[in-house]
């Protein structure tokens, strides 16, 4: 049975519920710029290495967490996990980034296309989730996550990271219907990758969006944004959890919901949209105003986000001064309610380790100050 949460503030914020400061974690908390994450992928040989070692994923998994104090923990991984096992034979070029060895760019081999079973050829993920649970011991709540149906086809078809998406949207224009086929398969593959991550013990999941920003107002509905809908439906939205007596004694489980974040890197025109699929929070990048973020979409869901990750670069003290802008700018009246801080976007291999300390810090501190300010107002 899995251990009691000793730090719930993650999931309380992203159910809206007032909490006693506002909860940081960062996405790509686990990464480059940590010494020890190089050390550990070293050791294992391959970023792909890494990745398909539960052990070793575990071991990256926390590297963050045992310097700062987060309010969660996000599964290593990488998004492209479930077109690699569907037989596109990804591999990662010095310098380039991620590639696939075979392309999906004609009919024949759309339609080969199939979701992976994830107790087999993703066996290694739930196993690092299950890793990760164990050793967290209910420190704080565990992330699942997946890249959107649409951002994966991108990779897919054009074979790796693109700078115009030359080849998928091509596709998108001439043969949607093709299009259509790989976006159903994956939505069914992400929510198979996803439900089995939850069951293997992931508290909260969040879909990657990343090249949602990519496409034309209109495509981005019927391309992404369905496809996340479909995926939304397919969800298990709850788990089992210890349930506590009075005296913190673990006597039976409970179901609790299992919050879903959606972020569309440059979606900000779409935020409304995204807060009618049903998840429970957006991601936005820093290009949003939070304020006006949260007057749009209302009670609907909670926002997350966002910061630049380039105000890493900058010194502690103007890290801190930046960090207070975004809280502000989300309000305090509202018991900070429905806000998880984070970046805008991944953080860069490139951030000194101690501008992130600078950053938890005044997230903390600083939220901790609006909710004392706010109850003094209110009790004159």
Not at 305 to 332: C, H, I, T
Request: glycine residues 8%; hydrophobic residues 45%.
């Amino acid at each position: 049975m899995n251990t009691p949460l000793a730090n719930d503030t993650f999931l309380r914020a992203l159910r809206r519920e007032p909490t006693a400061y506002t909860p940081i974690w960062l996405m790509r908390q686990a990464g480059r710029y940590l010494p020890e994450y190089n050390a550990t992928r070293a050791r294992a040989g391959s970023f792909l290495a890494l990745c398909k070692t539960p052990e070793l994923a575990c071991e990256v998994t926390l590297q963050p967490l045992e310097r700062f104090p987060l309010d969660a923990a996000i599964l290593f991984s990488d998004i492209l996990t479930v077109p690699d096992a569907m037989g596109l034979g990804l591999y990662f070029a010095e310098g380039e980034g991620p590639r696939f060895e075979r392309p999906v760019r004609d009919e024949a081999a759309v339609m080969r296309l199939a979701a992976p079973d994830p107790a087999a050829e993703l066996r290694y993920v739930t196993d690092a989730v299950r890793t990760i649970r164990a050793v967290l011991a209910g420190r704080v709540p565990l992330i699942g996550f997946s890249g959107s149906p649409w951002t994966l086809a991108c990779y897919m078809v054009e074979g790796g990271g693109s700078a115009d998406f030359r080849q998928v949207k091509t596709m998108l224009y001439r043969r949607p219907d093709l299009l259509a086929r790989i976006l159903e398969v994956n939505a069914d593959a992400v929510a198979a990758y996803l439900n089995a991550q939850v069951e293997a013990g992931a508290q909260a999941l969040m879909i990657f969006d990343s090249w949602g920003g990519a496409l034309a107002d209109g495509a981005y509905q019927q391309f992404s944004l369905a496809p996340m809908r479909r995926v939304l439906a397919a969800l298990a939205r709850e788990r089992d959890e210890p349930l506590l007596d009075a005296a913190g004694r673990i006597v039976g489980t409970h179901k609790v919901r299992v919050p879903v974040i959606v972020f569309t890197k440059g979606g900000g025109l779409w935020l409304e949209d995204i807060a009618g699929i049903g998840c429970d929070a957006i991601g936005v990048d820093w290009t949003v105003n939070l304020a006006r973020a949260r007057e749009r979409v209302g009670d609907r869901c909670a926002i997350q986000g966002n910061l630049d990750p380039m105000v890493l670069m900058a010194e502690p003290a103007q890290v801190r001064a930046e960090a207070v802008k975004v809280l502000d700018s989300f309000g305090a009246p509202r018991g900070g309610a429905g806000h998880v801080f984070n970046l805008g976007h991944g953080i860069s291999q490139f951030t000194p380790p101690e501008s992130v300390a600078a950053l938890v810090e005044a997230v903390h501190d600083h939220s901790r100050r609006q909710r004392r300010n706010e109850a003094s107002a209110s009790s004159l």
